[in-house]
């Protein structure tokens, strides 16, 4: 069969010659000047089929026919005429120019071809990633979904992750300030011993060592504030209670607040935004404390908190009579149609699901609340 494949292109090469052949002779005596177009209309298609070499192969044969049955003295290879040779001269010349041009035209068809055969399969690959990656975060969701448990997040996350990456060992270290750490979280292969809870004391984490890291990252930090500050486009970069760490001047100048250097630490988007006032705590306990002793007409409650979580402060504010009727709006991870159901049914008076957008997080909030 691969024979077969390989003599194939050079068949088609003598074919298209023969059938030029034979077209040139019947049309002879009935239109002029048709001696060399249909020979290079068999070069092309040969060509084309088979390549530059089968191309070379017409070229030949069609010189030869010319020569033997078009060119006087006929039946005959070899002529002595000036002008015959200057016409068969010009014939070649002609017709090896088409073979190269055409050939040149299939090998870019083919690299085309195969770059698009190689893109569309590094596309693939990417998408098989990302769909990999999508499903991690989607399992890693569902896990936590159940329990809104620090501890039972962590878990779910490097069980998921060592799964995800195909490794014997995946821990959470924490550092603490006293030159060590300790292993918070671990997933393990079972044939592997656990190390949870390891602590580990070692020289090399101190104030000393990490010296140059923290000068680098000041550094960074310094760069990244001058290009903020003077960036012209509204910037603006919040911490998790939604406090300024960074904006521009621009956003500044497009919300009419007051200047850069007084934002810095202060409680953003409800107030600059929205024109309310708020009240920042940093806790559950904090909250309850807060929501007791102020008038409160709404309060934004974030789901993950450390020592008391959202869903444990709602239930104490609604324990509580001085605090059960203020409504409550749960800021959390993107949520099911389903969950914002339950939700509603708790009583809770909408959720607002992270990321969020700071620029109309207030409208939101404001149609949430009426």
Request: proline fraction near 4%; charged fraction near 15%.
């Amino acid at each position: 069969m691969r024979f077969y494949l390989r003599l194939l292109p050079y068949s088609v090469a003598i074919g298209s010659s023969a059938i030029a052949l034979l077209f040139t002779l019947w049309l002879e005596s009935l239109i002029s000047r048709t001696i060399d177009a249909f020979f290079y209309i068999a070069i092309i298609v040969s060509t084309l089929y088979g390549g530059f070499h089968p191309g070379i192969v017409t070229v030949i044969l069609s010189t030869l026919a010319i020569d033997y049955f078009l060119i006087s003295p006929e039946y005959q290879i070899f002529t002595s005429q000036p002008e015959d040779i200057l016409q068969l001269g010009f014939f070649l010349s002609v017709a090896l120019i088409i073979n190269l041009l055409t050939s040149n035209v299939v090998k870019s068809k083919h690299k085309v071809k195969q770059l698009a055969q190689k893109l569309a399969l590094e596309n693939a690959e990417q998408l098989q990633q990302q769909f990999e990656q999508q499903g991690l975060v989607m399992r890693i969701a569902q896990g936590i979904r159940p329990s809104l448990n620090l501890q039972n997040i962590l878990q779910t996350t490097v069980d998921e992750v060592r799964q995800f990456l195909t490794c014997d060992r995946v821990t959470i270290f924490q550092f603490s300030s006293d030159r060590g750490g300790r292993v918070v979280v671990e997933s393990v292969v079972p044939e592997w011993m656990a190390i949870l809870p390891l602590q580990i004391n070692d020289l090399c984490i101190d104030e000393e060592n990490l010296e140059s890291f923290k000068s680098a990252l000041h550094e960074r930090e310094t760069t990244l504030r001058l290009f903020v500050q003077y960036a012209p486009a509204g910037i603006a970069m919040f911490d998790r209670d939604m406090r300024y760490l960074i904006v521009s001047q621009r956003w500044v100048d497009d919300h009419h607040l007051d200047s850069v250097a007084s934002l810095i630490g202060r409680s953003a988007c409800l107030e600059d935004l929205g024109g309310w006032d708020t009240l920042t705590a940093a806790s559950g306990m904090e909250c309850l404390t807060i929501a007791e002793a102020q008038a409160i007409d709404a309060i934004l409650l974030d789901v993950s908190m450390p020592n008391m979580d959202g869903f444990a402060v709602y239930e104490q504010l609604q324990a509580n009579s001085a605090t059960q009727s203020i409504p409550v709006i749960l800021l959390t991870a993107k949520v099911l149609p389903s969950d914002r159901a339950h939700f509603a049914q708790m009583g809770i008076t909408g959720v607002v699901a992270k990321p969020f957008e700071p620029t109309t997080i207030c409208q939101e909030v404001a149609n949430i609340v009426g």
